[in-house]
């Protein structure tokens, strides 16, 4: 059967994949950015080598993550010019997750733009450089972290997307068997499971108000990894055990969170996750800031997934008596 012209969006499918292969591109080269920074530290202030400190660890994650990131949107962008079914549900997602972390970032920013500008320099800076470089850091901010992910998330939500990917890749595949927000939602605990190794890299762990260490982190570490993947897989199949145990998992997250930053304090996690004395000198100039942001996002976090959840439950089979079937659910299984 042939798609009519008016449906037909291959040439917005090519242009979308070819955003993503150069976003990877973009993301691959933060990555070696993040590597190669003990050597720009050195290289840009010589004389201030000794004083400069780079974590190591925190760098080699970061750009662990930028790696990461950058093979998914290689994934997804040759998938995209090959109009393959599963790419819109897996951009969707991941163009969500990108903006939704954009959009907490740019808040922080507000929040502690006129501090960090300030914190930069020994001298305060001229009136007008200071706000050229409150204007750059904004709007490199807001394309990389807001614009761009937008342009995937309302690119990929067109239906008319949907049925070219379904007419040049007519067979079901994995992503067709689980509803796109439910996916979303196993994809994240699967994301959860991948990223354990990198957490665990620095040895301690927050818990309900306490930094744990050594073994007990290690286990706590290979028990939240299980207990991601059993989650994956539970909300994948859409077992009401895997929406209850979601409903927990990520309230008990948020409230041990929360009372590790009341207790400790944002730069008392980052001491004991080892960051240099340089770089916890100059957090705790920022640190009411990052208290304050910290509680207020940890609650919007869990607030969020709760509400989430409660909207999904019906698709695990946990409505209240005299629920109807959600349309939205039903209508995405059938896609």
Request: charge should be positive; charged fraction near 10%; hydrophobic fraction near 55%.
């Amino acid at each position: 059967m042939t798609l009519p012209k008016k449906h037909d969006r291959s040439r917005s499918l090519t242009l979308l994949g070819l955003l993503a292969l150069i976003s990877s591109a973009g993301s691959g080269l933060l990555a070696l950015l993040m590597l190669a920074s003990p050597w720009l530290a050195s290289t840009v202030a010589p004389d201030e080598a000794a004083t400069v400190q780079i974590d190591m660890r925190s760098a080699a994650i970061q750009a662990f993550l930028f790696l990461s990131a950058a093979a998914a949107l290689a994934l997804m962008g040759f998938g995209s010019l090959r109009f393959r079914r599963w790419v819109r549900p897996l951009m969707l997602v991941f163009a969500w997750t990108w903006l939704l972390t954009g959009l907490a970032v740019m808040a922080f920013l507000f929040a502690s733009l006129e501090t960090i500008v300030a914190a930069s320099s020994a001298e305060p800076l001229p009136p007008a450089m200071a706000m050229f470089v409150k204007a750059f850091v904004v709007t490199v901010m807001a394309v990389g972290w807001v614009l761009l992910p937008l342009v995937f998330v309302l690119g990929y939500t067109s239906k008319k997307i949907a049925e070219t990917c379904a007419h040049h890749h007519p067979s079901p595949c994995w992503t067709d068997r689980c509803p796109t927000p439910v996916l979303g939602l196993s994809l994240g605990f699967a994301a959860g499971a991948y990223l354990a190794p990198v957490g665990a890299v620095y040895g301690v762990v927050p818990f309900f108000g306490w930094m744990l260490g050594g073994t007990p982190a290690l286990l706590l570490h290979i028990a939240g990894a299980a207990t991601c993947l059993y989650l994956a897989w539970a909300t994948y199949r859409r077992r009401p055990d895997g929406w209850w145990g979601s409903l927990l998992l990520l309230t008990l997250l948020g409230v041990s969170v929360a009372l590790t930053l009341l207790r400790v304090g944002a730069t008392g996690m980052y001491a004991a996750f080892g960051y240099p004395e340089a770089q916890l000198e100059a957090l705790r100039g920022i640190e009411p800031v990052l208290n304050r942001f910290g509680l207020w996002m940890t609650a919007a976090m869990t607030a969020g997934s709760a509400l989430y959840l409660w909207v999904l439950r019906k698709g695990f089979g946990v409505g209240l008596p005299g629920d109807r079937p959600d349309p939205l659910i039903a209508r995405d299984s059938r896609v």
